[in-house]
């Protein structure tokens, strides 16, 4: 079983689809840890329902720096010595010295179709690029923001009366199958450090939405 640390700073639907299927026996991982930057946070509800066994509340101090934060992130993380570390929407820039301490551990979601619209306004700037195209990315992380290899890419078509509300709920479903979909690809030990996937044939069970398509990330 991969242990896994989850990483979130808002609703958490990202972590409750891990969980979910964790649950239902679709995972080769379980979620030994729940971080939140964000104390409140939706996450930490969906943590406590399934039981997690360390759910920790680590906002930023007063005037902390970056990096004296990212000291204490890795601190904690550090205890539980997770195999893989899953950003599930943490709203926060990790430092090169975070992604240094976890080089090769951390896997992110991206509700854009990397490489582009890197940033925190995956949705908004697909819109507004006026892409034929949506979807969401995993991805290892690097010290480039949104920038380390690709794993799994899931694409949509935008619609001519989508809003930023409909189109990221869409995007958000996919992310739903995309997320889970890649841990247990990590998890049976089958993407390179550079996203590449080894073949093989465990589970893919897409989601209802007709005009989705998914490919790996390259
Ligand atoms: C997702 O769209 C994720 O891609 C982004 O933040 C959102 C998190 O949603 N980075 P949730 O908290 O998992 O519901």
Not at 128 to 135: F, I, P, R, Y
Not at 158 to 176: G, Y
Not at 208 to 218: E, I, K, P
Request: net charge negative; glycine share 10%.
């Amino acid at each position: 079983m991969l242990r896994v640390a989850v990483l979130a700073s808002g609703s958490g639907s990202n972590l409750q689809s891990i969980l979910a299927k964790s649950k239902q026996g679709l995972l080769d991982a379980t979620v030994s840890l729940v971080i939140t930057d964000r104390p409140g946070a939706g996450c930490l509800d969906h943590a406590r329902a399934a039981g997690v066994p360390a759910i920790v509340e680590l906002p930023r101090l007063d005037g902390e720096s970056r990096d004296a934060y990212d000291a204490r992130l890795i601190e904690c993380l550090a205890a539980e010595a997770p195999d893989l570390i899953v950003l599930a929407g943490f709203m926060r820039i990790l430092s090169p010295s975070f992604c240094d301490a976890f080089a090769g551990q951390i896997i992110n979601i991206h509700p854009a179709l990397l490489p582009k619209h890197k940033g925190a306004h995956g949705i908004r700037d697909t819109l507004a690029a006026g892409d034929a195209e949506a979807g969401c990315t995993t991805h290892w992380v690097t010290a480039e923001l949104d920038g380390g290899p690709h794993i799994l890419q899931a694409r949509l078509p935008v619609h001519a009366d989508d809003t930023q509300a409909s189109l990221a709920a869409r995007v958000l479903r996919m992310e739903h199958w995309l997320l889970p979909r890649t841990i247990q690809l990590i998890a049976e030990g089958r993407v390179a450090s550079d996203g590449r996937i080894a073949p093989g044939s465990s589970w893919v069970d897409l989601p209802g939405l007709a005009d989705a398509s998914w490919s790996d990330g390259f």
